[in-house]
T-cell receptor, first 113, second 112 residues
Framework: GQQLNQSPQSMFIQEGEDVSMNCTSSSIFNTWLWYKQDPGEGPVLLIA?????ELTSNGRLTAQFGITRKDSFLNISASIPSDVGIYFC?????????????FGQGTILTVHP | EAGVVQSPRYKIIEKKQPVAFWCNPI?????LYWYLQNLGQGPELLIRYENEEAVDDSQLPKDRFSAERLKGVDSTLKIQPAELGDSAVYLC??????????FGNGTRLTVT
């Protein structure tokens, strides 16, 4: 099925460093979501973006909804070991209901203490 | 509030056997989703329910997969017969109108 183009595929960083990952699509989305998935668990919602240009923070996490509505990025500042996991972007195209989310392939984040 | 509950957490079966997964959504969430997650990939939608009605099952392989959501609360996803390529994590999620999805921890299926 269709998936978003998420990059990078993986990142290895030192504790304390900042992290940036992004997602692009050939289609316009009305909503962008960022999820984190730990091993053996389901994705957990981090940030939801509803308007083009919107910049939203959740603690050390900041995400933006691209002006073109075809991209989004997620930044993590001052990374800590518990940030380890897989980060997924997800886009929703139609209306205001979460009818069908399209997910990226994920970014695997490893943080070295 | 309790989250989305799925069972079993793990299932190992031989090919050609049937298997079923169960999901109990968050209380009050009228929309329920089943997603398939292959190793190293993001989740892909299989079927979406609005209350007891399947409103999007275009990605569900109907020759071997079936789902039901009797009474519009919990749901069951079945595969019969299972194939080797069905090995994956099956995620259930739920939401209310205009709210993001909340996922369960999934059922990891291994078909040998």
């Amino acid at each position: 099925g269709q998936q978003l183009n998420q990059s990078p595929q993986s990142m290895f960083i030192q504790e304390g460093e900042d992290v940036s990952m992004n997602c692009t699509s050939s289609s316009i989305f009305n909503t962008w979501l960022w999820y984190k998935q730990d091993p053996g668990e389901g994705p957990v919602l981090l940030i939801a973006l509803y308007k083009a240009g919107e910049l939203t923070s959740n603690g050390r996490l900041t995400a933006q909804f691209g002006i073109t509505r075809k991209d989004s990025f997620l930044n993590i500042s001052a990374s800590i070991p518990s940030d380890v996991g897989i980060y997924f972007c997800a886009g929703q195209a139609g209306g205001t209901s979460y009818g069908k989310l399209t997910f990226g392939q994920g970014t695997i984040l490893t943080v070295h203490p | 509030e309790a989250g989305v509950v799925q069972s079993p957490r793990y299932k190992i079966i031989e090919k050609k056997q049937p298997v079923a997964f169960w999901c109990n959504p968050i209380s009050g969430h009228n929309t329920l989703y089943w997603y398939l997650q292959n190793l190293g990939q993001g989740p892909e939608l299989l079927i979406r329910y609005e209350n007891e009605e399947a409103v999007d099952d275009s990605q569900l392989p109907k020759d071997r997969f079936s789902a039901e959501r009797l009474k519009g609360v919990d749901s069951t996803l079945k595969i019969q017969p299972a194939e080797l390529g069905d090995s994956a994590v099956y995620l259930c999620a739920s939401s209310t109108n205009n709210s993001p999805l909340h996922f369960g921890n999934g059922t990891r299926l291994t078909v040998t």
